[in-house]
């Protein structure tokens, strides 16, 4: 009887020994899985509570700019400044550079 004992003890610690890696594999994985979620939760909760600051930032904005007339001058109205931003990008990227 003794030995039918150790030797499915053995075979139980052999087994346990060889598949290890499977394991060690498997729960490495589930940990990536539950910090990944939880990572995501906090993501989105810094999303939401991000979008709510800047939201009320920009209707305090808009009220001080409303009540004060902020913004820009005169001479650089939005799109006109926009426009000719984006022409002087577009000319210093893909003027040829020589040292």
Do not use: C, E
Not at 21 to 33: A, K, N, Q, T
Not at 52 to 81: E, R, S, T
């Amino acid at each position: 009887m003794q030995s039918k004992s150790s030797s499915s003890s053995l075979l139980i610690i052999v087994l346990i020994i060889f598949t290890f890696p499977i394991w060690i594999g498997l729960i490495g994985g589930l940990f990536g899985i539950i910090a990944g979620v939880f990572g995501a939760v906090l993501g989105v909760f810094g999303a939401v509570i991000g979008g709510v600051f800047g939201a009320f930032g920009a209707l305090i904005g808009g009220l001080f700019g409303w009540m004060f007339n902020w913004g820009w001058p005169d001479y650089m109205h939005w799109n006109g400044f926009t426009i000719i931003l984006i022409i002087v990008m577009v000319v210093l990227l893909t003027r040829s550079r020589k040292i």
